[in-house]
């Protein structure tokens, strides 16, 4: 998928001119990406859109109008975008209650070591954890995840007879989530075509 340039982004001022339709887009776009896992997990599979509207938010929240500054923020989130044959997805640990939160998330040290997973069929696809977010005693209650596919697991995505899970196997923590319809075809959509286009048309 193509990374998202500096020069597509608004300004501040452009950006607050259209941001309530924008917003609405990305919202829906963002409900069929979206999976809870079990109780305590979600994750929500990103592509250009839903990072340029991170990026945008962004500058708009810190009032971020130096191009440098700018630029810097694109590197960064552009480590969201998926790249060929792959799916990424930020993965939530969400806790209400404040006093529970450390508690919940020393039980989930480990994660990040082989226990999710998309299973497609027989086929198993391991999440790739980006490093920096735990560590062998803690772990952030924000991941960021990819998912690789070679050709067979693209064919086995494709064919929608063959049902698709989102796998959690931990000490402390084991769920299975099935991949609806919708967002099956939306994924299979960024999966082949990208999200290449100009994210405003």
Known sequence: MKQIEFSELKNILEYEKIRNDF???????????RLKVGELVTLTFENRYTVTFQIEEMMRVERIVDDEKIKAEVETYNELIPREN?????L???????????????????????SVYMKIGGKIIPAVFEEGHAT????????YVRFKF???????????????YITIRHKNYNADAPVPDEMRHALYHDLTQGSSANVWD
């Open 23 to 33: 917003r609405k887009r990305i919202i829906q776009m963002k409900n069929s990406r």
């Open 86 to 90: 792959e799916l990424s997805a930020t």
């Open 92 to 114: 939530f640990v969400e806790v209400d209650e404040q006093s529970k939160i450390r508690p919940v998330l020393d039980s989930l040290v480990g994660m990040n070591k082989d």
């Open 136 to 143: 062998d005693d803690r772990i952030s209650a924000v991941q």
């Open 150 to 164: 070679g050709s067979d697991e693209m064919r086995a995505f494709a064919d929608q007879s063959v049902p698709i």
